[in-house]
């Protein structure tokens, strides 16, 4: 979620209330706000390892920016792979051992920083590579290896974002537990003025909407934004799977090429042109 989106949510729901000449200090409550956020960081913690939580908080970052895969970030493992297979082609398969097992200090692997960068594409396509170089495996057994993996991944990926959604889940719900204390506390007001009682009830109603909009308005939109960049992870995957089982299945680097090309989202995909010439610059 990027910051533009956090500014325009509390922007417009700020806004709103005043042009309805409400008066922005009533809703800063901080007991509402204690009772809300302690209850549902407890929550948190009582629901998830201490593993997931450290992770969880990792996880801001990539919140905050909202970064998501971009066509080159596609093309760049397309052409990394691409050199790989050609290698094998020509040298044989034992000539990748060396970049498989130090793709940190491989030649290929530096000139794709953003494949370098990415630690978690970096092992997977190293591990692979790994099986790939041994030749002890059968084309349809690498396939079913590289699907555990891909699964692993895929798993590991929305861990993070599931627990967040049970936070945003609770959120509402302990919004009205604050409410519902609210009420208890004016309950023993009234006696008092009805200025002092309504005073009172707004102060409970307000536990109700912080409630509601740290949900909504937050913490499901920041899920959201972990569960598409997971997806995104799990997409640049199943290419990289895509380009290996072809090969190993007996296909020429080109094709194997074109089999990942199409398992690209549509909006990141190259044309067929375009990566046709992308391969002749590679060869070059």
């Known amino acids: 979620m990027p910051p533009v989106g956090i500014i325009v949510v509390i922007g417009c729901v700020i806004g709103g209330y005043m042009m309805h000449h409400g008066v922005l200090g009533v809703l800063w409550q ?14 948190f913690l009582i629901a ?10 990792g996880s801001i970052p ?11 970030a596609f093309v760049d493992l397309l052409l990394l792979l ?10 044989g398969m034992l000539a990748l051992e060396e970049h498989a097992n130090k793709p940190d200090s491989s030649a290929i692997f530096s000139k794709y920083p953003s494949i370098l960068k990415n630690h978690h594409l970096k092992d997977f396509l190293a591990d692979n590579l790994k099986v790939f170089v041994s030749g002890n495996i059968e084309p349809t057994e690498f ?16 861990q993070v974002p599931t627990a967040l959604t049970t936070v945003s889940d609770s959120l509402p719900g302990l919004g009205i537990v604050a409410a519902v204390l609210g009420i208890i506390t004016t309950m023993g007001l009234m006696s ?26 937050y913490m499901a939109p920041m899920a959201k934004t972990l569960e598409n960049q997971a ?13 290996l089982v072809a090969f190993a299945k007996g296909l020429p680097p080109v094709m194997a090429i074109e089999f990942a090309r199409r398992a690209v ?18 060869k070059k």
């Open 30 to 43: 901080p007991n509402e706000v204690i009772i809300i956020c302690g209850a549902a960081f407890g929550s």
């Open 48 to 57: 998830n390892p201490m593993s997931l939580i450290k992770e969880t908080f």
């Open 62 to 72: 990539k919140i905050i920016l909202g970064k998501e895969l971009k066509k080159d």
């Open 82 to 91: 691409y050199e790989f297979l050609s290698i094998a082609r020509r040298e």
């Open 143 to 158: 396939e079913n290896l590289m699907d555990i993996d891909t699964d692993a991944h895929e798993h590991h990926g929305q």
């Open 192 to 217: 008092e003025p009805p200025e002092i009682l309504g005073a009172s009830v707004g102060a409970a109603l307000c536990g109700t909407f912080l409630g509601l909009l740290l949900s909504y308005g």
């Open 231 to 243: 997806h995104d992870f799990d997409n640049i995957l199943k290419v990289g799977k895509a380009v």
């Open 265 to 282: 989202p549509s909006h990141c995909r190259p044309s067929y042109e375009e990566m046709e010439e992308l391969l002749k610059s590679v």
